[in-house]
T-cell receptor
Framework: AQSVTQPDIHITVSEGASLELRCNYS??????LFWYVQSPGQGLQLLLK??????LVQGIKGFEAEFKRSQSSFNLRKPSVHWSDAAEYFC????????????FGSGTKLNVKP | GAVVSQHPSRVICKSGTSVKIECRSL??????MFWYRQFPKKSLMLMAT?????????EQGVEKDKFLINHASLTLSTLTVTSAHPEDSSFYIC???????????FGNGTRLTVT
């Protein structure tokens, strides 16, 4: 069965520091990959997606993610975190033959210290 | 673009009553919409897939008679929680996509509290 793992439940970084959120997936082939961000009491906003091609994808708000097939990973990065980035981040995968099935990780809550 | 509007954002109802949640795609047509439930400190659980003009497809363990889904047009899907009970209290989020291979766009969610 497909699964998405976000090993870090909580992460705290200082404002201005770099950030990396981890995501690993379990699936026989390369799925479509997404990162979403959720602010408290809100829905989810798409940060970026990977379908094919360049394995380093750029997203909104200065985020980027790198797909590494050998590691089955799709880690999210940002060089310099802003206080407004404090939120919960979800990695999601979709299997290519069934685009109705989005599998979400359990989320990583990011706290930003001033 | 790709805005999904969900209403209401919060609702409190008494046990035994029904509550309707609306999900609208504002600037695109969504042949497929999805309803998720999010438990505290948990990820999103897909409840059902809603296809315009046809019956919804429910995930295993989701009671279709309790969570009624209607997708009457290409821009509107509704979720009705019937005979609500306190255990139905949760955060419900809808999402929609423009085409088969598009990402999901999410509404802002509805916090349902059943007293």
């Amino acid at each position: 069965a497909q699964s998405v793992t976000q090993p870090d439940i909580h992460i705290t970084v200082s404002e201005g520091a770099s950030l990396e959120l981890r995501c690993n997936y379990s699936y026989g082939a390369t799925p479509y990959l997404f990162w979403y961000v959720q602010s408290p009491g809100q829905g989810l906003q798409l940060l970026l997606k990977y379908f094919s091609g360049d394995t380093l994808v750029q997203g909104i708000k200065g985020f980027e993610a790198e797909f590494k097939r050998s590691q089955s990973s799709f880690n999210l990065r940002k060089p310099s975190v802003h206080w407004s980035d404090a939120a919960e981040y979800f990695c999601a995968v979709v299997v290519r033959h069934n685009f109705n099935k989005f599998y979400f990780g359990s989320g990583t809550k990011l706290n930003v210290k001033p | 673009g790709a805005v999904v509007s969900q209403h209401p954002s919060r609702v409190i109802c008494k046990s035994g009553t029904s509550v309707k949640i609306e999900c609208r795609s504002l600037d695109f047509q969504a042949t497929t919409m999805f309803w998720y439930r999010q438990f505290p400190k948990k990820s999103l659980m897909l409840m059902a897939t809603s296809n315009e003009g046809s019956k919804a497809t429910y995930e295993q363990g989701v009671e279709k008679d309790k969570f009624l889904i209607n997708h009457a047009s290409l821009t509107l899907s509704t979720l009705t929680v019937t005979s609500a009970h306190p255990e139905d209290s949760s955060f419900y989020i809808c999402s929609a996509r423009e085409s088969q291979n598009s990402p999901l766009h999410f509404g802002n969610g509805t916090r349902l509290t059943v007293t």
